[in-house]
C-alpha cells in the first residue's frame, strides 16, 4: 500500500506560479513512477506530468510542457509540480498517483488507469 497526501493548493491570478508537493509513505520502494494529474468540473481526468522514481526521467504532455516541472525527492519519498505562467483553464483538482508497473513511455503514464495509487487532491484555481 502506498498512501500520498498532496498540499500546496490555493488560488492564485493568471500568470503566476505555484508549486504542489506530494508525500509518499508506505510500500514506495514498489513505486515505478509518479504522475499529476488533473480534472475540472465536468472534465475527464487529464495527465499532466509524470517521472520515473528511480532516474527521474519526466513526460509531459504539450499543454503543460515549458510551464510545468516534476521532480521528486528520492530520500523524502516526496513528488512535486512547479507550475508557472498559471492560465485560467489550468483550474481544477490537481491529483499525485503511484504506478507499481515496470512498464515506461509516455503513452504509458498518459493514462489514469495505469497508477495504482492516488492521492486526496489539492484544488489549484487561477482567477484571470
Known amino acids: 500500500q502506498v498512501h500520498m497526501v498532496e498540499s500546496g493548493g490555493g488560488l492564485v491570478q493568471a500568470g503566476d506560479s505555484l508549486s504542489l508537493s506530494c508525500a509518499a509513505s508506505?510500500?514506495?520502494?514498489?513505486?515505478?513512477?509518479m504522475g499529476w494529474f488533473r480534472q475540472a468540473p465536468g472534465k475527464e481526468r487529464e495527465f499532466v506530468a509524470a517521472?520515473?522514481?528511480?532516474?527521474?526521467?519526466?513526460y509531459y504532455p504539450a499543454s503543460v510542457k515549458g510551464r510545468f516541472t516534476i521532480s521528486r525527492d528520492y530520500a523524502k519519498n516526496t513528488v512535486y509540480l512547479q507550475m508557472n505562467s498559471l492560465k485560467p483553464e489550468d483550474t481544477a483538482v490537481y491529483y499525485c498517483?503511484?504506478?507499481?508497473?515496470?512498464?515506461?513511455?509516455?503513452?504509458?503514464?498518459?493514462?489514469?488507469?495505469?497508477?495504482?495509487?492516488w492521492g486526496q487532491g489539492t484544488q489549484v484555481t487561477v482567477s484571470s
Open positions: 498517483a503511484a504506478s507499481l508497473s515496470t512498464n515506461s513511455g509516455i503513452n504509458y503514464y498518459y493514462s489514469s488507469r495505469n497508477y495504482d495509487y
Open positions: 517521472i520515473t522514481w528511480n532516474t527521474g526521467i519526466p
Open positions: 508506505g510500500r514506495t520502494f514498489s513505486s515505478k513512477a
